[in-house]
């Protein structure tokens, strides 16, 4: 069922499965609660899709969030990425929002001071430290010209675009991502785009033949996703054609880094909309090639192209292979894949993701260890493309978040309704991150609904389980550590995290990485494995710390938490 014919109404919204897999479950009430303080942290933002009237195919998609720490103090800051009105069709003027952390649980609009009060028709954001400075940087991706911003180190952003060679491309660009593809200490950029769309080329759907709706992806041309490699000089250089990423079928939403064939090199996977998704394999000589198909996730079960939309990658089965995560359209459910000998099965159904996912459209998703028990759960916030699919029988405009509660053993259930905070409530949701606001330990979540609300909601835990944190600083590795592998030991036991950027739907989360170890006062050891190819451990660490591990200079514990 794709979505022109839901939209039309030819096929009626599916019934809900007889089969409950909350039933098939052991299900104990989460060992920790979400608070929503949105109101008291001082986040005040509301999303402007631009949307008055003329149906353009961007307003349905909504803009990311980010997790980052701007002025480099140690606390997260938060990045609300924001559209505009169209030209013609003038009514507010709208910019993203940046937000310092106060260290008390509020936050400071700093957006002006810090030189980002500038419009433009933002879709998502990815924040990395391109020049090894020491102070992160951004890229929001647009409908047009996509923007860098680098960071002075003074409080503030100057617009780099122009200068670094990313200017002069018009696209309509979605997620984004910063990774080190050649392992030469410097971030690359891959930028996701979507179709072949301008104001001036929009075509002209409609349900009944006399009124203009949204159009689907169907409607357009597809449009290659861009790799830029940096030069270490402040520029990037155009590499996409010659690196095998060029693909003008591609449709293409999200973007997640994971190293496929644990031979240490990153690899990206890309999740399309009603296009096959793609998994690039990095040949480690500065090229990729697609092996989607023959790893068994280009397409789902039944062989067909789903909606692809946000996309997540984790080791959440504690295998030591990486999973994913794809969200997908309605009745499609989301994708939820376990590594075996290279390649992936779909275990959705057989989890308690897929029947409970059927009737959501699903955005943006994370893997995070909710409630610090050492088994990664998923977030996912849901929420329709069209406000007149409220006139379908069983499927809602907004609709509630989930959180999928790993048990351990390969199963999920969905405690959204159980953890407090109006999490649940239904939403018309796209974004979505997680980061340690109040630095306690634990994660927190950052959600952006389209042309509405940001939401901010705490993570209290009530268990008693505790976290250990480490926060990798690369010297020979790119500064951020981006690419690096983490495992814990303890008792037998192995977790594995990834430093990685971009994932989910047009957010980035915290870099910084956080193990659940439940009761444990300790771990046998840390293995980090670099992105330049060195391998360092250390013993017998405290659980409840955070520790900061810099690179061939070794650990210490970071004050504070």
Known sequence: MNRRSFLCGIAAAAAASQIDPENLLASPAP???????????????????????????????????????????GWQDILLINGMDWPGHKRERSTLKLYRNNRNGTFSDVTRSAGLDIEMYGMGVAIGDYNNDGYPDILITCVGQNRLFKNTRKGNFVDVTKSSGLGGRQAFSTSALWFDFDRDGLLDLFVCNYVKWSPEHDVFCSLDGKNKSYCTPEAYRGETCWLFHNRGDGTFEDVTAHSGIFDSSSKSLGVAMLDYDQDGWPDLLVANDTQPNKLYRNQRNGTYKDVAVEAGIAFSAEGKARAGMGVD???????????????????????LYRASSGSFADVATQSGVGLASKNTLGFGCVFLDSDLDGALDLAVVNGHIDDTVRNVRGVGYAQPPQLFLNNGKGAFHDVAAEVGGGFRQPKVGRGLAFGDFDRDGDLDLLITTNHGAAYLYRNDQIAGNRS????????????????????????????????????????????????????????????IQWPSGRTEEYKDIATGRAYECVEAKGITRLQGF
């Open 31 to 73: 060992g920790f609660r979400l608070v929503d303080v949105t109101q008291q942290s001082g986040i005040q933002f509301h999303h402007n899709s631009g949307a008055y009237g003329g149906k353009l195919l961007p307003e349905t998609l909504g803009s990311g969030c980010a997790f980052l720490d701007y002025d480099a103090d």
């Open 313 to 335: 990658v984790a080791d959440f089965d504690n295998s030591g292979t990486p999973g994913v995560a794809i969200t997908n359209f309605d009745n499609e459910m989301i994708g």
């Open 468 to 527: 250990i944190r480490f926060r990798l600083v690369g010297t020979k590795s790119n500064r951020d550590a981006i690419g690096a592998s983490l495992k814990i030991f303890d008792n037998g036991s192995i977790q594995s995290r990834l430093v990685k950027g971009g994932s989910s739907y047009l957010s980035q989360s915290e870099l910084p990485v956080t193990f659940g170890v439940g009761k444990r006062d300790k771990i046998d050891r840390v293995v």
